[in-house]
Nanobody
Framework: QLQLVESGGGLVQPGGSLRLSCAAS????????IGWFRQAPGKEREGVSC????????NWPDSVKGRFTISRDNAKNTVYLQMNSLKPEDTAVYYC???????????????WGQGTQVTVSS
């Protein structure tokens, strides 16, 4: 059974850092693209960053480029999101999603974890 479990969220001051983890089970993660998404209060869920089965990275919003870094450890079936220079507008529930294939196509994501809360506030 497919499972995605996010962890690593918490309360951080502006300018701080967090590393989120997505632990996958029920499938071999190196065959699928894995992405991070977030949903802020009052906003729709948006894609943040994605890594394909071959390790190619796609960063979707300009606001996270240069601050967020996605990576994967296929031996551990785990995908990470390193978040630096956090801003209050980064506050959201962050979700890990699995695509139906190997590529970072946003429309192909349909399997999700339960999410982890990230709050950036002074």
């Amino acid at each position: 059974q497919l499972q995605l479990v996010e962890s690593g969220g918490g309360l951080v001051q502006p300018g701080g850092s967090l590393r989120l983890s997505c632990a996958a089970s029920g499938f071999t993660s190196d065959y699928y693209a894995i992405g991070w998404f977030r949903q802020a209060p009052g906003k729709e869920r948006e894609g943040v960053s994605c890594i394909s089965s071959s390790g190619r990275v796609t960063n979707w919003p300009d606001s996270v480029k240069g601050r967020f870094t996605i990576s994967r450890d296929n031996a551990k079936n785990t995908v990470y999101l390193q978040m630096n220079s956090l801003k209050p507008e980064d506050t959201a529930v962050y979700y890990c999603g699995r695509a139906s294939g190997t590529y970072c196509v946003r429309a192909n994501f349909g399997s999700w974890g339960q999410g982890t809360q990230v709050t950036v506030s002074s």
